[in-house]
């Protein structure tokens, strides 16, 4: 992936040479300025967390969304469709 320069940020050599000593489990960092810790990894590595938290987010919703089905909460899909349907101005299915 192509980054922008402007946006990157090019580590020091001295952080360099310590992401490099750290392997694959990524450095931890902190800001002097704010005491904040941060984490260097690859950019695999950060693309798979990602793609992980988003599947256990998507995995949740369903999750929720079944409980209040079963608690009998929510609309018909039938019902939603029509709503729908009846906001964008398309035809009504008879």
Request: glycine content about 12%; charged content about 35%.
């Given at each position: 992936m192509?980054?922008?320069?402007?946006?990157?940020?090019?580590l020091s050599k001295e952080l360099a040479s310590a992401l490099h000593a750290a392997g694959n489990d990524g450095l931890e960092v902190i800001d002097p300025d704010t005491n904040r810790v941060y984490h260097i990894v690859d950019e695999e590595?950060?693309?798979r967390a990602m793609n992980a938290l988003r599947a256990e987010q998507d995995r949740e919703a369903i999750a929720e969304g079944i409980a209040?089905?079963?608690?009998?909460e929510g609309k018909p899909a039938e019902q939603v469709f029509e709503g729908i349907r009846s906001r964008l101005n398309l035809p009504q299915e008879t």
């Open positions: 192509e980054y922008d320069k402007g946006m990157a940020a090019k590595t950060h693309r209040q089905m079963e608690a009998g």
